[in-house]
């Protein structure tokens, strides 16, 4: 992969950086009550009035602008998310609804450290990483997340590995993915 292409479409990958990370949770942000009924309950899948904590996980396994995303916790949705590199937005397209969320700061970290990325001659693999704030877009939300606000703390990684004999970042990779993960605090309204 070249750099102007790594570089062009890095936002969309999005990373736990291990993915062990993502599978622990953060003890102290997880809803622990799936038996609920009421309809602002995690099983309703929407956002509770006054914040609710929900986990993001984002990933492809390429430099497309489109990746698959995940949301867990007070939230539980999935769908799709498209990158909007002119406006350095992220898209979700959930099965409930839609929001956009910020990623321009976290994208510019994270370009700038694919710069210097430097590829592991032992193990033919490379990796980069970056963390930062992700606000809710204002009133980007619709159907379900119509009136939703908040911020993510995200995590975006880069994992590839390489041909063996053609350990460079300028050379086709093997494989990839591109994670983006964290938690959030959302509300309604």
Partial sequence: MTRSRLAGSALVMITCGALAACASGHPDRTQTSSTTS????????????GGANVHLTDYTDNDSRTSSVILSGAVGDYGSAKRDDGRGQLDLELSRGTLRIDIADLQRQFLARLRHLTVNQHGCSAEAGAAGAAPIVARSGTGAYSTVSGTFDLTMTLDEIYHPGVCRENAPYVAQKIIMTGWGTLSLG
Avoid: H, R
Wanted: hydrophobic share 40%; aromatic share 0%; proline share 17%.
């Fill in 38 to 49: 009421d309809a602002s309950s995690v099983s309703a899948g929407v956002p509770v009035p």
